[in-house]
């Protein structure tokens, strides 16, 4: 038996364990690092990182489009099937520091949907994968959101983006809401791996930042949507998503209750 993307899954293995490797020596050389018109961080690293996988991926297969976050975008991508989105380091500030809260986000969409994403941690070396119609892993080991917990008192990871204080700390008397992670992509894995029990970022999304993610939590049992609870299409002309939310089924009351509540202020 084949199993669907066996081919992606292992040049996608390939193409990671070059992009580590240099992260490493890049580690040991010294980071150079300039800053993006956007005011954001970029290094060597992100540059090189994204060079060895774009390189990898589309000499495997040439006729797929590409998107990422340190390439030129092509439109061209909109005319194709398939098509790989990246982002070579998510979480670039934190990596700069030293913090392992960084990854490395890859996603193929095949027909505007996440059919493959993986997540890979450099610092931690913790491979999250998940192909469609699969059980998502954490290094070849089942994962699934959680399902056991205080359903009282959830853990939600959280930007607090357009939160007022004061609805913030209404939300903190509730449930634990500890301050998002540096990579929004690591942030969402954790989601998936069942380590908390949702993600609330209402501010703006780039499908680089969350393609991965999004196949990981639905893999994994999860729900996933922006921040008006509807879902997350790819591979449009402007990258730009509306927010993310990504929960545990059960906690989808919560959820849109808080939303409620931020739209109505």
């Known amino acids: 038996m084949i199993l669907p993307y066996r081919h992606e899954i292992d040049t996608i293995r390939l193409a990671l364990n070059h992009a580590s490797a240099r992260l490493q020596r890049i580690r040991y050389d010294g980071l150079k ?6 005011g954001s961080p970029v290094t060597n690293a992100d ?20 998107l990422s976050e340190e390439s030129p975008d092509n439109p061209s991508r909109l005319h194709s099937q ?18 392992p809260h960084y990854t490395i986000s890859l996603a193929l969409v095949d027909q505007g949907q996440p059919a493959v994403g993986v997540i ?17 892993t954490l290094n070849r080991q089942p994962i699934h959101v959680r399902t ?13 983006w357009k939160v007022t204080q004061r609805t913030l ?22 989601v998936a791996a069942g380590q908390v029990d949702g993600l609330i970022n209402l501010g703006p999304q780039n499908e680089w930042d969350i ?7 639905h893999a994994a049992g999860g729900l996933v949507f922006d921040r008006h609870l509807q879902p997350i299409p790819f591979n449009q002309p402007n990258p730009t998503v509306n927010g993310i939310v990504a929960i545990r089924p059960d906690a989808l ?4 209750n808080w939303l409620d509540q931020i739209h109505a202020s």
């Open 47 to 66: 540059l090189e990182v994204n060079q060895i996988i774009q390189q990898t991926l589309l000499d495997a297969f040439p006729h797929d489009a590409w």
């Open 33 to 38: 690092i300039q800053i993006k018109s956007d």
């Open 148 to 160: 056991t917990s205080n359903p009282s008192r959830h853990t939600f990871l959280l930007n607090p």
């Open 120 to 136: 890979f941690n450099p610092a931690t070396q913790e491979y999250f994968c998940a192909i469609q119609g699969q059980l998502p």
């Open 211 to 217: 393609a991965a993610g999004l196949i990981l939590i």
């Open 253 to 256: 009351p919560t959820l849109q």
């Open 82 to 99: 398939r098509v790989w989105i990246l982002d070579p380091i998510d979480g670039t500030k934190p990596f700069i520091k030293g913090l």
């Open 169 to 190: 700390k209404a939300w903190q008397k509730e449930h634990r809401c500890p301050s998002l992670l540096g990579s929004i992509a690591y942030s969402l894995a954790l």
